[in-house]
Nanobody
């Protein structure tokens, strides 16, 4: 069982930046691909970004490409999401998720094995 705990959410103005962190309680963090998803009120959870187990490749939703950056530190069992140029439509609960690294990195909710509780991000206009 892997526990994931996000931090770093909050309120920010349009155009601002926020950094999210997700810590994992496992000694085998490097055996997981990691991703960030978000869910806005009344909408389905959607893919934001993902990173391979070794950090060798990253993936982004078109809506955040060039503004958001995912990274990881396997020594600290942590994955990060740096969000720049935030827009009101980025307002959502952001959750990190872990997927066994034996699979190809996925943008599908159903592919992920473990989830954090989420952290709220609000972007004011």
């Amino acid at each position: 069982q892997v526990q994931l705990v996000e931090s770093g959410g909050g309120l920010v103005q349009t155009g601002g930046s926020l950094g999210l962190s997700c810590g994992a309680s496992t000694r085998t963090f490097r055996t997981y691909n990691m991703a960030w998803f978000r869910q806005a009120p009344g909408k389905e959870r959607e893919f934001v970004a993902a990173i391979r187990w070794n950090g060798g490749r990253t993936y982004y939703a078109d809506s955040v490409k060039g503004r958001f950056f995912i990274s990881r530190d396997n020594g600290k069992n942590t994955v990060y999401l740096q969000m720049n140029g935030l827009k009101p439509e980025d307002t959502a609960v952001y959750s990190c998720a872990a997927e066994w690294a034996s699979r190809e990195v996925s943008d599908k909710v159903s592919s992920y094995d473990y989830w954090g509780q989420g952290t709220q991000v609000i972007v004011s206009s």
